[in-house]
């Protein structure tokens, strides 16, 4: 029921923001960028601005209206795939990026430090920055070679460039001159404030425009329980399976397994313990949440444990997830090599955690 009504919400509120004109303006703002990584998406066409609200909204943490815009996004494309049961390079492109997790602000993961009682719920904040930014420069740059995308397009280097001063500038500023407190509260503001106004946007765009906006919204939101019904028996099956592997002992296995790998090779065998977390993120958000807070109840909130697996949930998303989730919401069977580039992607923001770990929290 939760899913159904955020997506009903949130697909009413993207119909309005459509028919306003709100989605072929980001299409064109954001035009040379993904004309050169999503080559077969027409100029303008709307797919390019549901990619960017879904981009936005993970930036922000925003979990919920994230997923409403990536399926949107994953329709519009749908659209444009010449073979309907096989993911077309854009489809996968999309995909592969939004697995990387990109989160500019970890609101969720800040929140539930502050619940257990961290000293400073913020202190992950850029260590999460910098592996996520890893993770996704890897999703990029592999999917680009495979697919054939010119990487040293100048226009391409331009935004990847702008990009990484921006994050760089603004990781260069908190660090300096905020607190930890003040980055909390300019994380949890900065959040809220966006949400609003894109709400707002989409709303005051839909009244300039003289678009009957309770029409609209409830046009949206059929299609919100329409998609919901779709996607069910994939969620169940998914479930079902994180179910079979949690109760199994399977985990247990393979930590120990690393474990005893790490110690044959002289590593430091002390962030095994948060390893859960991140053998869990790529199969379900909420699986790896849970073993998150266990990791911090048991281990101390501020310990070098548990925020080792603050740093593994924040660094990738959910990989296996996403691909039945993003896929089977448009009928897609064949995934080609989705999966194994999200693998990648995840496997990069997990040593990319490891490093950050012991260069912040040791």
Not at 102 to 131: C, E, K, W
Not at 143 to 164: E, H, M, P
Not at 243 to 254: A, P
Request: glycine share 10%.
């Amino acid at each position: 029921m939760l899913l159904a009504g955020v997506m009903t919400l949130w697909l009413g509120l993207l119909n309005i923001g459509e028919k306003a004109g709100a989605i072929d303006g980001l299409a064109r703002v954001i035009a040379p960028f993904f004309s050169r990584i999503f080559p077969e998406v027409p100029k303008g066409h709307p797919a390019a601005g549901h990619m960017v609200m879904n981009f936005s909204a993970n930036l922000l943490g925003l979990d919920n209206a994230a997923t409403p815009f990536g399926l949107k996004a994953m329709a519009s494309l749908q659209s444009l795939n010449p073979n309907k049961d096989e993911a077309s390079n854009a489809q996968i492109m999309f995909l592969v990026l939004h697995t990387s997790g990109l989160t500019l602000i970890p609101i969720s993961i800040m929140a539930q430090r502050a619940v257990l009682g961290a000293h400073d719920p913020s202190d992950v904040f850029l260590p999460l920055l910098i592996a996520t930014y890893v993770a996704s420069l890897t999703a990029l740059i592999s999917v680009s070679i495979k697919q054939g995308v010119n990487l040293f397009d100048r226009v391409l280097l331009g935004w990847l460039g702008g990009i990484t001063l921006a994050i760089g500038g603004m990781v260069w500023y908190l660090s300096n001159y905020m607190n930890r407190s003040e980055i909390e509260l300019f994380s949890k503001v900065t959040s809220n404030l966006v949400l609003l106004g894109i709400i707002a946007a989409f709303l005051i765009g839909g009244l300039r425009k003289k678009v009957n906006v309770f029409d609209a919204f409830i046009e949206g939101a059929k299609g919100g329980i329409q998609t919901s019904i779709t996607i069910i028996p994939y969620l169940v099956g998914m479930l079902v399976a994180i179910s079979v592997l949690r109760n199994s002992g399977v985990l247990n296995f393979v930590v120990s397994g690393f474990t005893w790998l790490f110690t044959q090779l002289g590593v430091s065998t002390e962030f095994v313990p948060a390893l859960p977390t991140a053998l869990m993120r790529p199969i379900s958000g909420s699986g790896s949440r849970a073993l998150m807070i266990d990791a911090m109840q048991n281990y101390g909130v501020d310990s070098f444990v548990g925020r080792h697996a603050c740093a593994f949930q924040g660094s990738t998303d959910t990989t296996f997830y996403i691909v039945a989730l993003y896929f089977g919401s448009v009928g897609i069977k064949r995934a080609r090599y989705a999966i194994g580039y999200g693998l990648l992607t995840d496997f990069a923001g997990v040593v990319a955690s490891v490093w950050v770990g012991y260069l912040f929290f040791h």
